[in-house]
């Protein structure tokens, strides 16, 4: 969408090295969103924002990171990567808490 | 905890067929339930219910919301091959963040 993109859109990395991937919106929506998406698991909330510097975690935040310096960038980090964080990992973003969400088109993470 | 059951969770038909696909629901306070598409990349929007519009239709697409036995269903008649997609079902609630179902993969054959 081109009011959210996502960085990289594929990256292979090797297990224990420290991986950042990109959120960029030019919506200026309040709330962006990480989910990973996995066959048999559906959608899930890794971490959120509601604003800048400001963060909550998700149902599946451990070995995740997050940061959020300016408005239209949310950065999702794996401090050590491991062969379980392989996923496609999408950005989402909201205008209002409950409202529905646009999607980025998603990163496609595989950790060797 | 909040929670989204989708079934069937794969679906193969032919071209021309009308499909139901199903969405239960367990959440505290509710809010709203919404309906993605997703064929290659990124989930698309297709209809948000809520309390008070609890059904929506978009050409052969049409969904119901039933609060009171907590599901939903999106129907598709007359399907084609682009209809080809996995749907998703999500719903808000009390943490009011979006919290997505399985997914139902649906294939449309020629």
């Known amino acids: 969408d081109a009011g959210i993109t996502q960085s990289p859109r594929h990256k292979v990395t090797e297990t224990g090295t420290p991986v950042t991937l990109r959120c960029h919106q030019t919506e200026n929506h309040r709330y962006m969103y990480w989910y990973r998406q996995d066959p048999g698991h559906g959608l899930r909330l890794i971490h959120y924002?509601?604003?800048?510097?400001?963060?909550d975690k998700g149902e599946v935040s451990d070995g995740y990171s997050v940061s959020r310096s300016k408005t239209e960038d949310f950065l999702l980090t794996l401090e050590s990567a491991t062969s379980s964080q392989t996923s496609v990992y999408f950005c989402a973003i909201s205008r209002n808490l409950g409202d529905g969400y646009t999607f980025g088109s998603g990163t496609r993470l595989t950790v060797v | 905890e909040d929670k989204v059951v989708q079934s069937p969770l794969s679906l193969v038909v032919h071209e021309g067929d009308t499909v139901t696909l199903n969405c239960s629901y367990e959440v505290t306070n509710f809010r709203s339930l919404l309906w993605y598409k997703q064929e290659k990349k990124a989930p698309t929007f297709l209809f948000m219910l809520t309390s008070s519009g609890i059904e929506k239709k978009s050409g052969r697409l049409s969904s119901i919301l039933d609060k009171k036995e907590l599901f939903s269903i999106l129907n598709i008649t007359a399907t084609q091959t682009g209809d080809s997609a996995i749907y998703l079902c999500a719903v808000v609630g009390g943490s009011e963040k979006l919290v997505f179902g399985k997914g139902t993969k649906l294939t449309v054959n020629p």
């Open positions: 924002s509601y604003g800048v510097k400001d963060t």
